[in-house]
């Protein structure tokens, strides 16, 4: 088992936001995470990077306990995220975010050449302010920018939010080639086609709790659509 | 005519020394969000710690300043790690009576180990030296130094800030102190750094007031104050914005005590109070993006 997490379990002050949550995923794979807004999907994601605190038997990363450490120690052990809304900083280039992504000093197969070659708008863009770029590319600088950490597992918060078909088309182009590097993927969507497409497996969350999970090719749209709104008559 | 040239680039001259006042305000400021109200007298603990190497010693004041900028840089870090990180969130209150506290620890600190008295590092002629431009206007050679060190600073600061990886690690921590760490770098380390970085030049400002103006362990609120408005008046984030407010209110001050010598202060209030009336945003503010 790669990540696994088991009985998770998360807060917002007093707010319980997930109930026990089992997920898990193999190296290399790529897991797409459904559900509706406010089901918890970023919730969980942040909980497995350390950004929100998790219990320590919550959360095991190639077999070692991981919940409850600090996001910036995660990111030097492999995991790395493309956090929802992007997150770029404003004050810094398109090169120094991407830079600024290596800071954990991990080696492997992506640098800034590689990043470059992934996307070539970026090369053209890297002294430009990165917020000063068109939606697509900043999510470009973002996912670069999570790479530049040459993550074993990837973790992609709503990538596809607010871009055009034809924009989000290209930035998913991106994903195939990413775990052709080896790298485990999970995604977050709310476009469910998009993902069915490019997953190997799906879980759906509704209300802090999984309520569907299996290969993303057996799964039939109704039973999702059940699954996403909950019991519909 | 000349006697206003001169009163005028003296102003100018003084705007040195709260430039390096405001420097480390406005770099905490920035990188945290965090207003310091113990900025002065931290400035003040530096003078007075110099004064005590320079009575134990017998050394200059300025060869104390190997010891104090690194020891004021250790403090600096120590303190935002053990005391100031517990105090950021998302209330802006707990900083600001942190702070106010250990203002009054540290004046009392004062207080007990120094007494009341004003005091004065020893600089001998140093501070007294001036080069004659014109017939009548005489430049002193000290406040000038502090001028050209204030200009040094900032444009290290600059550089640093904008050169270096650690610099691009600082910017990006203010922008975004949560997302800072999803890069692997932790955020709490950077504000010691960042910390450091203000009590090294608020050692440095120490130590440079120290020897060409009395000060006492109540001073220190005033060179907040000045520090401030020097932010202010410059523009908050811009810190050349802030050497040229500095600029600006030592003018002020030295109109107003040209007129009247107990108008000096008040001067420098209603020059900072006019201007944010004007330019709410300072005069340079920074440049969006």
Same mark, same amino acid.
């Given at each position: 088992?790669?990540?696994?997490?088991?009985?998770?379990?998360?807060?917002?002050?007093?707010?319980?936001?997930?109930?026990?949550?089992?997920?898990?995923?193999?190296?290399?794979?790529?897991?797409?995470? +459904? @559900?509706?807004?406010?089901?918890?999907?970023? $919730? /969980? %994601?942040?909980?497995?990077?350390?950004? *929100?605190?998790?219990? &320590?038997?919550?959360?095991?990363?190639?077999?070692?306990?991981?919940?409850?450490?600090?996001?910036?120690?995660?990111?030097?052990?492999?995991?790395?995220?493309?956090?929802?809304?992007?997150?770029?900083?404003?004050?810094?280039?398109?090169?120094?975010?991407?830079?600024?992504?290596?800071?954990?000093?991990?080696?492997?197969?992506?640098?800034?050449?590689?990043?470059?070659?992934?996307?070539?708008?970026?090369?053209?863009?890297?002294?430009?302010?990165?917020?000063?770029?068109?939606?697509?590319?900043?999510?470009?600088?973002? +996912? @670069?920018?999570?790479?530049?950490?040459?993550? $074993? /597992? %990837?973790?992609?918060?709503?990538?596809? *939010?607010?871009?055009? &078909?034809?924009?989000?088309?290209?930035?998913?182009?991106?994903?195939?080639?990413?775990?052709?590097?080896?790298?485990?993927?999970?995604?977050?969507?709310?476009?469910?086609?998009?993902?069915?497409?490019?997953?190997?497996?799906?879980?759906?969350?509704?209300?802090?709790?999984?309520?569907?999970?299996?290969?993303?090719?057996?799964?039939?749209?109704?039973?999702?659509?059940?699954?996403?709104?909950?019991?519909?008559? | 005519?000349?006697?206003?040239?001169?009163?005028?680039?003296?102003?100018?001259?003084?705007?040195?020394?709260?430039?390096?006042?405001?420097?480390?305000?406005?770099?905490?400021?920035?990188?945290?969000?965090?207003?310091?109200?113990?900025?002065?007298?931290?400035?003040?603990?530096?003078?007075?710690?110099?004064?005590?190497?320079?009575?134990?010693?017998?050394?200059?004041?300025?060869?104390?300043?190997?010891?104090?900028?690194?020891?004021?840089?250790?403090?600096?870090?120590?303190?935002?790690?053990?005391?100031?990180?517990?105090?950021?969130?998302?209330?802006?209150?707990?900083?600001?009576?942190?702070?106010?506290?250990?203002?009054?620890?540290?004046?009392?600190?004062?207080?007990?180990?120094?007494?009341?008295?004003?005091?004065?590092?020893?600089?001998?002629?140093?501070?007294?030296?001036?080069?004659?431009?014109?017939?009548?206007?005489?430049?002193?050679?000290?406040?000038?130094?502090?001028?050209?060190?204030?200009?040094?600073?900032?444009?290290?600061?600059?550089?640093?800030?904008?050169?270096?990886?650690?610099?691009?690690?600082?910017?990006?921590?203010?922008?975004?102190?949560?997302?800072?760490?999803?890069?692997?770098?932790?955020?709490?380390?950077?504000?010691?750094?960042?910390?450091?970085?203000?009590?090294?030049?608020?050692?440095?400002?120490?130590?440079?007031?120290?020897?060409?103006?009395?000060?006492?362990?109540?001073?220190?609120?005033?060179?907040?104050?000045?520090?401030?408005?020097?932010?202010?008046?410059?523009?908050?984030?811009?810190?050349?914005?802030?050497?040229?407010?500095?600029?600006?209110?030592?003018?002020?001050?030295?109109?107003?005590?040209?007129?009247?010598?107990?108008?000096?202060?008040?001067?420098?209030?209603?020059?900072?109070?006019?201007?944010?009336?004007?330019?709410?945003?300072?005069?340079?503010?920074?440049?969006?993006?």
């Amino acid at each position: 088992m790669f990540l696994q997490t088991k009985s998770l379990t998360a807060f917002y002050g007093d707010f319980q936001a997930l109930f026990g949550i089992d997920l898990t995923i193999e190296a290399g794979e790529l897991v797409g995470l +459904i @559900g509706a807004n406010g089901a918890g999907k970023t $919730t /969980l %994601l942040r909980a497995i990077t350390g950004l *929100l605190p998790a219990g &320590p038997d919550s959360i095991f990363f190639n077999g070692a306990p991981i919940g409850g450490m600090r996001a910036e120690n995660l990111v030097r052990l492999g995991i790395a995220m493309v956090p929802e809304g992007r997150k770029l900083f404003p004050s810094l280039s398109v090169e120094e975010n991407l830079k600024l992504g290596a800071a954990s000093g991990r080696q492997g197969a992506w640098n800034l050449g590689r990043i470059f070659k992934l996307f070539p708008i970026l090369e053209e863009r890297r002294h430009a302010p990165a917020t000063k770029l068109s939606g697509g590319q900043q999510q470009m600088v973002a +996912i @670069g920018r999570a790479l530049m950490a040459n993550p $074993t /597992l %990837l973790l992609c918060d709503e990538i596809s *939010l607010g871009l055009a &078909p034809i924009v989000i088309a290209e930035v998913y182009r991106a994903l195939p080639e990413i775990r052709a590097s080896g790298t485990a993927i999970i995604v977050v969507e709310q476009d469910i086609a998009q993902v069915m497409r490019i997953a190997d497996r799906l879980y759906c969350l509704r209300e802090g709790r999984v309520v569907l999970q299996g290969p993303a090719q057996s799964m039939d749209r109704h039973e999702i659509a059940q699954a996403y709104f909950g019991a519909l008559a | 005519m000349i006697s206003w040239l001169d009163i005028i680039v003296q102003g100018f001259l003084v705007g040195g020394f709260y430039a390096l006042f405001a420097t480390g305000l406005s770099l905490m400021f920035g990188v945290m969000r965090l207003v310091n109200l113990a900025h002065g007298d931290f400035i003040v603990l530096a003078a007075f710690a110099a004064l005590a190497l320079v009575q134990q010693f017998n050394i200059s004041p300025l060869l104390c300043l190997i010891l104090i900028i690194p020891l004021m840089a250790a403090l600096g870090y120590l303190l935002q790690r053990l005391i100031l990180n517990r105090t950021l969130g998302k209330d802006v209150l707990p900083p600001l009576l942190v702070t106010f506290g250990l203002s009054i620890v540290i004046q009392n600190f004062l207080l007990l180990t120094f007494s009341a008295d004003s005091q004065k590092l020893p600089l001998g002629t140093l501070t007294t030296a001036s080069i004659s431009l014109l017939p009548g206007l005489n430049i002193g050679l000290y406040p000038l130094a502090v001028l050209i060190i204030a200009a040094a600073v900032i444009g290290a600061l600059q550089i640093f800030l904008y050169q270096t990886k650690l610099g691009a690690a600082i910017r990006a921590t203010s922008d975004d102190a949560t997302t800072i760490r999803l890069m692997g770098i932790d955020n709490r380390h950077i504000f010691g750094i960042a910390t450091a970085l203000a009590f090294a030049v608020a050692g440095l400002a120490g130590v440079l007031m120290g020897g060409y103006t009395n000060f006492s362990p109540a001073s220190g609120p005033q060179n907040l104050l000045f520090g401030f408005e020097a932010i202010i008046i410059g523009g908050l984030g811009n810190l050349w914005g802030t050497l040229l407010g500095g600029m600006v209110l030592g003018v002020a001050q030295a109109i107003g005590a040209e007129i009247n010598p107990g108008y000096q202060v008040l001067a420098g209030h209603i020059a900072f109070l006019a201007i944010l009336l004007a330019a709410p945003r300072g005069l340079f503010p920074r440049m969006a993006g």
